[in-house]
C-alpha cells in the first residue's frame, strides 16, 4: 500500500524488502510498489500471517523481540528525520517566529519520541499495538488505548474493528480494569463520534461517560483518607507500588518471552488491590482529560476533508465548543449497561449465549447470525449463508425448482437460533423453512437443508447437543442428529460463512445437488391440524432436560408429546381454547406447562397428558412462558403488560409484576428463580424480585420494541436484542450509576436566572426540576402536571419565578430560588390548550385553546381578565375568520398580539379585550 509517504507491509519487513538509507538530512526508503493492494486485503495478509508469526514467537523469542524493536526504531528515525528538515526550514526561514519554533523543536529529545508521534504510512498505526506488544512495551501501549486523541484518530482511520483489536491484544495478557473502564466508554461513544465525524469530541464523550466511575473513585478515596490510620496508608501504598512493580515485570517478561506472555514470577495482586490501583488510576485520568477538555474547545484537529484546507489553528476556530456536565448525565460506563452490540442491519429476533458465557449469538431479519465476544463487544465472526446456496432445489421437489427465495437477493430473515452446549455448532432456522449448522470455530457453513416447506418457527437443542428439534409452519415437526462439534471460536480472525471444499453443498463435490450431509434426519412429528386444513403450524418446541421427551404446540390448540427415543407420539392435550404458543418442561421433571392465547397457561403430565393446574389470571393472550431451571418458579408474560409468577407445586399465582407500559414479548429467569428479567414493546428490560414482586432495575437503551432476552449461567449479565437492530449487554450485579434526579422522558423546556444561579426545566414525565448551576445539584422536584403533558416553561424579567402550562390549562408558578411551587389556573375540562404565553412582569397570563378561543387571566389571582375571543366567532369584523395559531402578551401584560390562519395579526387591549388594530 502506498500512501505518499513511506511504505512499509508486513511482507516486506518481513522478507527485508524495506531498506533505509539514513544521511544527516534526509529519511529514503527504498519502496516495493504494489498497486491495488488496499487495506482489506492487508488487513487480511496479517490476519492469516499471525499464526505463522506466533510459531516464530515460540521458537526464537529473542530474535521475534528484536525484530518488533527494529520495526519500531525505523518510525523513530523516520520522526528524528522530519524533525532534522523541520528545523533547516526554519533556519532558512529567520524571524522571531521562526526561532521560537526551532528552540522548541531543539529541545525536543530523540528518546522522547511517543509512537503516537510516529508518521503514519498506512501500515505502522495499524499494526502499533502489535508491534508494541512484541518488544514488551506494554505499558506504551496501555498509554495509547487511554489516550482519546489515538483512540479518535486511529477510529475513524480504520475502524472501529481495528481499535477493539488493541485493546483485545492488551486485555488478553492484563487484566487492567482503567482500560477496561475507557473501552467501555469508548464504545458507547461510537455512535455519536462516527456521526459527526468532522468534529473531535472522542475526549469529552470519554469524559462524560466516566464521570460517575471518577466521582465514586474520588469518594472512596477521600473516605480511605479520612478512615485510615498511617500504618495502613503505608500498607496501600506498598500495594499499589507492588502492582506498579509486577505491571513492570510483566513488561519485561513479555520483552522477554515474546508478545502474548503474560509472564511475571510473583503473586497475582488481590481484587482488593487492583481496585485500589483502579480507582487511583481513574481519578488522576478523569482529572488530567478534564482540565484538557476545559482548557479548548477540541484538542485533536481530524483529518476530515472539510478541515484540511485550515491550518491547525484556524481549525480550532472553526469547530465548536463542547458543553460540559457538571453531572453524570450522559450513560455512565461502569453502570447497569455494559455495551451495545451493533452490526445487523435488521431487527434482531433471537439471541443466545455459549454456556461458557464467552460469546453471544444474535439472528436478525438480515439474514445473518453475529458473533460477539461478551468481555469486549467485537465481532468475532459473521455466518451469512453464501448467495449462491438461496437459489438451490430444495430435496423432494419433482421439478428441480428453487425454494421461495430462489433467485430473490433480498435476504431472508432468520426466525430462531441455538447453540450446542459445548458451544463448536450453531443452529439457525428461517422463514423459508431452511436450517443451517455452522461450525464456531471456522465460521462455516457445514450443512444447510430444507427442514420445512415453510417459516421454520421453533428451534430447540437437547442438553447433550446430540439432537434437535424443529417446528414449521407446514404442520410439522422434526427430529434431527447433530454432528459432533469443536468446543472453541477462533478469535483470530473474523470471516464470512463459506463452505470447505469437500463440503456436499458445493455443486462442484456433488454433481447431483443432493443434500446428504451430517445432520440427519432421524423422525418426523406429524399429526397437528389434522381437523381443518388452515390450522396445524407447530409454534414452539421444547426438550426434556434428559432428552427423551419432547413437545410441540401449535396453532390447533393442542399440545403433543413425542418420546424421541421411540419415534412415537405418546400424549395429545388437549384444554386450550387458543393458540398454543409456549411450552416449557419444568426443572429435571416430565411435567411441562404451556402458554396460550386463550389468557392461560397450563401444567402438564408428560406420560399421562392429565392437565396438572390452569394458572388464571391474566386479562391478554399469553406470549411466552419460563421456568426456573430448579423446578420452582413458572413465570408468563403476557400483552395485558403484566407478568406472574407461579408456584410450581399447587400452581398459585404468587405475584404479579407490573410496570410496563407495553406488552411483554418474552421472559428469562435465573436458575434458581429468585429474578427474572422481562422485555416489552415499551422498549425497555425490567429485573424483578420473583419473590417480593419488586422491580430492581429498568434497563433502558433501546429506540424499539425489545423482543428476546437471555442471561449467562450465574445471572450476573443480561442480553437483549430488539428491532432496533442492536443488542444491549446488562451488568446486573453492577449499581445503577445513572442520576436519579432527571426527567423520564424528553426535556420540553428549560429556562436560567439572568445572574445565572439557577435554571428550571419541564419534562413529558410532567415534573418542574429547579436546579442550581453552580454545582449542577437537583434542588427541587415537582410533579405539577400529572395529569397533561407540561407545553411551555416562561421566566419573568427578574428571574424570580417561572410558569410552567399544560395541555388541561392548568398553570403553575415556580420560585426560581425555593423551588416551591403554587398554581395559577386550575385544570379544566374542555378543549385542550394549543399555546400559553406569560407577560415578562409575571402579571398576565394568554390561554389559546385548539378551538381558537383565547382569554387572558390574572396570574396573581387567577381571574379571568376579558375573553379576546370565544368559541364560534367567526366575525372577520371584531375577531379572526379563521383558526389561531399563537397569541403573545407584551412585557407589561396590557396587549395581546394574536396570529392567524386568516392571513393577519390582531392587537388586543389584554383588560377588556377589544380589538385596536388589525395587521394585514
Given at each position: 500500500m502506498q500512501h505518499g509517504g513511506v511504505y512499509c507491509s508486513a511482507d516486506c519487513l518481513q522478507q527485508g524488502a524495506l531498506h533505509w538509507s539514513f544521511g544527516c538530512r534526509v529519511l529514503q526508503p527504498a519502496r516495493q510498489d504494489l498497486h491495488g493492494c488496499d487495506l482489506a486485503r492487508q488487513q487480511s495478509m496479517w490476519i492469516h500471517r499471525h499464526d505463522a508469526m506466533s510459531c516464530l514467537q515460540a521458537d526464537h523469542p529473542t530474535k521475534v523481540s528484536e525484530w518488533h524493536s527494529a520495526v519500531l526504531n525505523i518510525y523513530r528515525k523516520q520522526v528524528i528525520a522530519t524533525r532534522y528538515l523541520q528545523q533547516q526550514k526554519l533556519l532558512q526561514q529567520g524571524g522571531a517566529a521562526a526561532a521560537a519554533a526551532l528552540a522548541m523543536l531543539t529541545g525536543l529529545q530523540d528518546d522522547e519520541i511517543l509512537p503516537s508521534q510516529f508518521i503514519n504510512d498506512g501500515y505502522i498505526w495499524l499494526a502499533m499495538t502489535h508491534h508494541l506488544m512484541g518488544a514488551g512495551l506494554t505499558d506504551q501501549v496501555r498509554a495509547l488505548l487511554i489516550d482519546p486523541s489515538w483512540l479518535e484518530v486511529k477510529l475513524h482511520c480504520y475502524g472501529v474493528a481495528a481499535v477493539v483489536?488493541?485493546?483485545?491484544?492488551?486485555?488478553?495478557?492484563?487484566?487492567?480494569?482503567?482500560?477496561?473502564?475507557?473501552?467501555?466508554?469508548?464504545q458507547m461513544s461510537l455512535s455519536c463520534c462516527m456521526e459527526r465525524s468532522h468534529l473531535p469530541m472522542m475526549r469529552h464523550q470519554l469524559v462524560l461517560r466516566l464521570m460517575a466511575a471518577a466521582q465514586a473513585s474520588a469518594a472512596a478515596d477521600a473516605d480511605t483518607r479520612d478512615s485510615s490510620e498511617v500504618g495502613s496508608a503505608r500498607e496501600s501504598d506498598s500495594n499499589i507500588r507492588r502492582i506498579s512493580s509486577?505491571?513492570?515485570?510483566?513488561?519485561?517478561?513479555?520483552?522477554?518471552s515474546g508478545a502474548g506472555a503474560v509472564g511475571g514470577s510473583g503473586p497475582s495482586p488481590s481484587h482488593k488491590q487492583l481496585h485500589q490501583q483502579y480507582q487511583l488510576e481513574m481519578r488522576d485520568w478523569f482529572s488530567m482529560q478534564y482540565k484538557q477538555c476545559r482548557a479548548s474547545a477540541s484538542l485533536l484537529p481530524l483529518p476530515g476533508s472539510q478541515l484540511l484546507a485550515y491550518t491547525p489553528d484556524q481549525q480550532q476556530q472553526q469547530l465548536p465548543p463542547h458543553l460540559m456536565c457538571y453531572t453524570p448525565s450522559l450513560r455512565q460506563a461502569g453502570g447497569l449497561h455494559r455495551m451495545a452490540l451493533r452490526g445487523h442491519l435488521g431487527p434482531i429476533r433471537s439471541v443466545v449465549i455459549t454456556r461458557d458465557g464467552k460469546d453471544v449469538l444474535t439472528a436478525s431479519d438480515d439474514g445473518g447470525v453475529q458473533v460477539w465476544d461478551m468481555d469486549i463487544g467485537d465481532c468475532i465472526l459473521q455466518l451469512q449463508v453464501p448467495q449462491q446456496l438461496t437459489a438451490q432445489p430444495f430435496p423432494g421437489s419433482p421439478t428441480g425448482l428453487p425454494g421461495a427465495g430462489g433467485g430473490n437477493k433480498s435476504p431472508v430473515p432468520l426466525t430462531a437460533l441455538a447453540v450446542t452446549a459445548d458451544g463448536g455448532c450453531c443452529l439457525s432456522g428461517d422463514a423459508e423453512g431452511w436450517l443451517n449448522c455452522w461450525n464456531l470455530k471456522t465460521g462455516q457453513l457445514v450443512h444447510r437443508v430444507r427442514a420445512h416447506r415453510g417459516r421454520l418457527n421453533a428451534l430447540?437443542?437437547?442438553?447433550s447437543g446430540s439432537r434437535c428439534i424443529t417446528g414449521g409452519q407446514d404442520r410439522t415437526a422434526k427430529l434431527w442428529s447433530l454432528p459432533a462439534a469443536t468446543p472453541s471460536i477462533n478469535r483470530s480472525m473474523s470471516l464470512q460463512g463459506v463452505l470447505p471444499a469437500a463440503s456436499p453443498l458445493n455443486p462442484a463435490a456433488t454433481a447431483s445437488g443432493s443434500l446428504i450431509g451430517i445432520l440427519q434426519l432421524e423422525f418426523e412429528l406429524t399429526g397437528h391440524g389434522l381437523e381443518h386444513a388452515d390450522t396445524g403450524a407447530v409454534l414452539d418446541v421444547a426438550i426434556s432436560s434428559d432428552g427423551v421427551l419432547g413437545v410441540t404446540v401449535s396453532d390447533d390448540m393442542k399440545v403433543k408429546v413425542w418420546d424421541l427415543d421411540q419415534q412415537m407420539c405418546v400424549q395429545t392435550c388437549r384444554g386450550h381454547s387458543g393458540w398454543v404458543v409456549s411450552a416449557q418442561f419444568i426443572g429435571n421433571t416430565h411435567n411441562f406447562v404451556t402458554a396460550s392465547h386463550d389468557e392461560t397457561a397450563q401444567a402438564w403430565d408428560a406420560w399421562t397428558g392429565e392437565c396438572l393446574g390452569t394458572l388464571i389470571g391474566h386479562s391478554g393472550r399469553l406470549n411466552a412462558v419460563q421456568a426456573s431451571a430448579?423446578?420452582?418458579?413458572?413465570?408468563?408474560?403476557?400483552?395485558?403488560?403484566?407478568?406472574?409468577?407461579?408456584?410450581?407445586?399447587?400452581?398459585?399465582?404468587?405475584?404479579v409484576l407490573t410496570g410496563h407500559t407495553g406488552w411483554i414479548n418474552n421472559v428469562a429467569l435465573l436458575r434458581n428463580g429468585r429474578q427474572c428479567v422481562t422485555v416489552s414493546g415499551d422498549g425497555t428490560a425490567r429485573v424483578w424480585d420473583t419473590n417480593s414482586g419488586k422491580c430492581l432495575q429498568i434497563l433502558e437503551g433501546h429506540s424499539g420494541d425489545v423482543t428476546c432476552v437471555v442471561l449467562t449461567n450465574r445471572g450476573r449479565f443480561a442480553v437483549t436484542g430488539s428491532v432496533d437492530g442492536t443488542a444491549q449487554v446488562w451488568d446486573l450485579s453492577a449499581q445503577d450509576v445513572s442520576s436519579l434526579n432527571v426527567h423520564q422522558g424528553k426535556v420540553i423546556s428549560?429556562?436560567?436566572?439572568?445572574?445565572?444561579?439557577?435554571?428550571?426545566?419541564?419534562?413529558?414525565?410532567?415534573?418542574?426540576?429547579?436546579?442550581?448551576?453552580?454545582?449542577?445539584?437537583?434542588?427541587?422536584?415537582?410533579?405539577?402536571?400529572?395529569?397533561?403533558?407540561?407545553?411551555?416553561?416562561?421566566?419573568v424579567k427578574d428571574g424570580s419565578r417561572a410558569f410552567s402550562g399544560a395541555g388541561d390549562r392548568r398553570l403553575v408558578s415556580l420560585d426560581m430560588q425555593t423551588g416551591i411551587p403554587s398554581v395559577c389556573l386550575p385544570a379544566k375540562q374542555g378543549s385542550r390548550t394549543r399555546f400559553i404565553h406569560v407577560s415578562a412582569d409575571g402579571s398576565a397570563a394568554v390561554v389559546l385553546l385548539f378551538?381558537?378561543?383565547?382569554?387572558?387571566?390574572?396570574?396573581?389571582?387567577?381571574?379571568?381578565?376579558?375573553?379576546?375571543?370565544?368559541?364560534?366567532?367567526?366575525?372577520?369584523?371584531?375577531?379572526?375568520?379563521?383558526?389561531?395559531n399563537a397569541v403573545y402578551l407584551t412585557a407589561d401584560g396590557s396587549?395581546?398580539?394574536?396570529?392567524?390562519?386568516d392571513y393577519t395579526a390582531r392587537v388586543w387591549d389584554s383588560f377588556n379585550g377589544a380589538c385596536l388594530m388589525v395587521l394585514k
Amino acid at each position: 500500500m502506498q500512501h505518499g509517504g513511506v511504505y512499509c507491509s508486513a511482507d516486506c519487513l518481513q522478507q527485508g524488502a524495506l531498506h533505509w538509507s539514513f544521511g544527516c538530512r534526509v529519511l529514503q526508503p527504498a519502496r516495493q510498489d504494489l498497486h491495488g493492494c488496499d487495506l482489506a486485503r492487508q488487513q487480511s495478509m496479517w490476519i492469516h500471517r499471525h499464526d505463522a508469526m506466533s510459531c516464530l514467537q515460540a521458537d526464537h523469542p529473542t530474535k521475534v523481540s528484536e525484530w518488533h524493536s527494529a520495526v519500531l526504531n525505523i518510525y523513530r528515525k523516520q520522526v528524528i528525520a522530519t524533525r532534522y528538515l523541520q528545523q533547516q526550514k526554519l533556519l532558512q526561514q529567520g524571524g522571531a517566529a521562526a526561532a521560537a519554533a526551532l528552540a522548541m523543536l531543539t529541545g525536543l529529545q530523540d528518546d522522547e519520541i511517543l509512537p503516537s508521534q510516529f508518521i503514519n504510512d498506512g501500515y505502522i498505526w495499524l499494526a502499533m499495538t502489535h508491534h508494541l506488544m512484541g518488544a514488551g512495551l506494554t505499558d506504551q501501549v496501555r498509554a495509547l488505548l487511554i489516550d482519546p486523541s489515538w483512540l479518535e484518530v486511529k477510529l475513524h482511520c480504520y475502524g472501529v474493528a481495528a481499535v477493539v483489536d488493541d485493546f483485545r491484544t492488551y486485555l488478553q495478557v492484563n487484566n487492567d480494569l482503567t482500560v477496561k473502564a475507557v473501552l467501555q466508554a469508548f464504545q458507547m461513544s461510537l455512535s455519536c463520534c462516527m456521526e459527526r465525524s468532522h468534529l473531535p469530541m472522542m475526549r469529552h464523550q470519554l469524559v462524560l461517560r466516566l464521570m460517575a466511575a471518577a466521582q465514586a473513585s474520588a469518594a472512596a478515596d477521600a473516605d480511605t483518607r479520612d478512615s485510615s490510620e498511617v500504618g495502613s496508608a503505608r500498607e496501600s501504598d506498598s500495594n499499589i507500588r507492588r502492582i506498579s512493580s509486577q505491571r513492570s515485570q510483566r513488561a519485561n517478561s513479555s520483552s522477554d518471552s515474546g508478545a502474548g506472555a503474560v509472564g511475571g514470577s510473583g503473586p497475582s495482586p488481590s481484587h482488593k488491590q487492583l481496585h485500589q490501583q483502579y480507582q487511583l488510576e481513574m481519578r488522576d485520568w478523569f482529572s488530567m482529560q478534564y482540565k484538557q477538555c476545559r482548557a479548548s474547545a477540541s484538542l485533536l484537529p481530524l483529518p476530515g476533508s472539510q478541515l484540511l484546507a485550515y491550518t491547525p489553528d484556524q481549525q480550532q476556530q472553526q469547530l465548536p465548543p463542547h458543553l460540559m456536565c457538571y453531572t453524570p448525565s450522559l450513560r455512565q460506563a461502569g453502570g447497569l449497561h455494559r455495551m451495545a452490540l451493533r452490526g445487523h442491519l435488521g431487527p434482531i429476533r433471537s439471541v443466545v449465549i455459549t454456556r461458557d458465557g464467552k460469546d453471544v449469538l444474535t439472528a436478525s431479519d438480515d439474514g445473518g447470525v453475529q458473533v460477539w465476544d461478551m468481555d469486549i463487544g467485537d465481532c468475532i465472526l459473521q455466518l451469512q449463508v453464501p448467495q449462491q446456496l438461496t437459489a438451490q432445489p430444495f430435496p423432494g421437489s419433482p421439478t428441480g425448482l428453487p425454494g421461495a427465495g430462489g433467485g430473490n437477493k433480498s435476504p431472508v430473515p432468520l426466525t430462531a437460533l441455538a447453540v450446542t452446549a459445548d458451544g463448536g455448532c450453531c443452529l439457525s432456522g428461517d422463514a423459508e423453512g431452511w436450517l443451517n449448522c455452522w461450525n464456531l470455530k471456522t465460521g462455516q457453513l457445514v450443512h444447510r437443508v430444507r427442514a420445512h416447506r415453510g417459516r421454520l418457527n421453533a428451534l430447540e437443542v437437547d442438553s447433550s447437543g446430540s439432537r434437535c428439534i424443529t417446528g414449521g409452519q407446514d404442520r410439522t415437526a422434526k427430529l434431527w442428529s447433530l454432528p459432533a462439534a469443536t468446543p472453541s471460536i477462533n478469535r483470530s480472525m473474523s470471516l464470512q460463512g463459506v463452505l470447505p471444499a469437500a463440503s456436499p453443498l458445493n455443486p462442484a463435490a456433488t454433481a447431483s445437488g443432493s443434500l446428504i450431509g451430517i445432520l440427519q434426519l432421524e423422525f418426523e412429528l406429524t399429526g397437528h391440524g389434522l381437523e381443518h386444513a388452515d390450522t396445524g403450524a407447530v409454534l414452539d418446541v421444547a426438550i426434556s432436560s434428559d432428552g427423551v421427551l419432547g413437545v410441540t404446540v401449535s396453532d390447533d390448540m393442542k399440545v403433543k408429546v413425542w418420546d424421541l427415543d421411540q419415534q412415537m407420539c405418546v400424549q395429545t392435550c388437549r384444554g386450550h381454547s387458543g393458540w398454543v404458543v409456549s411450552a416449557q418442561f419444568i426443572g429435571n421433571t416430565h411435567n411441562f406447562v404451556t402458554a396460550s392465547h386463550d389468557e392461560t397457561a397450563q401444567a402438564w403430565d408428560a406420560w399421562t397428558g392429565e392437565c396438572l393446574g390452569t394458572l388464571i389470571g391474566h386479562s391478554g393472550r399469553l406470549n411466552a412462558v419460563q421456568a426456573s431451571a430448579d423446578g420452582r418458579v413458572i413465570v408468563t408474560v403476557s400483552d395485558d403488560m403484566t407478568a406472574r409468577v407461579w408456584e410450581s407445586m399447587d400452581f398459585t399465582c404468587i405475584g404479579v409484576l407490573t410496570g410496563h407500559t407495553g406488552w411483554i414479548n418474552n421472559v428469562a429467569l435465573l436458575r434458581n428463580g429468585r429474578q427474572c428479567v422481562t422485555v416489552s414493546g415499551d422498549g425497555t428490560a425490567r429485573v424483578w424480585d420473583t419473590n417480593s414482586g419488586k422491580c430492581l432495575q429498568i434497563l433502558e437503551g433501546h429506540s424499539g420494541d425489545v423482543t428476546c432476552v437471555v442471561l449467562t449461567n450465574r445471572g450476573r449479565f443480561a442480553v437483549t436484542g430488539s428491532v432496533d437492530g442492536t443488542a444491549q449487554v446488562w451488568d446486573l450485579s453492577a449499581q445503577d450509576v445513572s442520576s436519579l434526579n432527571v426527567h423520564q422522558g424528553k426535556v420540553i423546556s428549560v429556562v436560567a436566572c439572568p445572574d445565572g444561579s439557577h435554571a428550571a426545566s419541564v419534562g413529558a414525565d410532567g415534573c418542574i426540576r429547579l436546579w442550581d448551576l453552580l454545582t449542577g445539584r437537583c434542588i427541587s422536584t415537582t410533579t405539577a402536571h400529572a395529569s397533561a403533558v407540561p407545553q411551555c416553561l416562561h421566566l419573568v424579567k427578574d428571574g424570580s419565578r417561572a410558569f410552567s402550562g399544560a395541555g388541561d390549562r392548568r398553570l403553575v408558578s415556580l420560585d426560581m430560588q425555593t423551588g416551591i411551587p403554587s398554581v395559577c389556573l386550575p385544570a379544566k375540562q374542555g378543549s385542550r390548550t394549543r399555546f400559553i404565553h406569560v407577560s415578562a412582569d409575571g402579571s398576565a397570563a394568554v390561554v389559546l385553546l385548539f378551538d381558537s378561543s383565547m382569554a387572558v387571566y390574572d396570574t396573581a389571582s387567577g381571574e379571568l381578565r376579558c375573553h379576546l375571543m370565544q368559541r364560534g366567532d367567526r366575525d372577520a369584523q371584531r375577531v379572526h375568520s379563521g383558526g389561531v395559531n399563537a397569541v403573545y402578551l407584551t412585557a407589561d401584560g396590557s396587549r395581546a398580539v394574536s396570529v392567524s390562519k386568516d392571513y393577519t395579526a390582531r392587537v388586543w387591549d389584554s383588560f377588556n379585550g377589544a380589538c385596536l388594530m388589525v395587521l394585514k
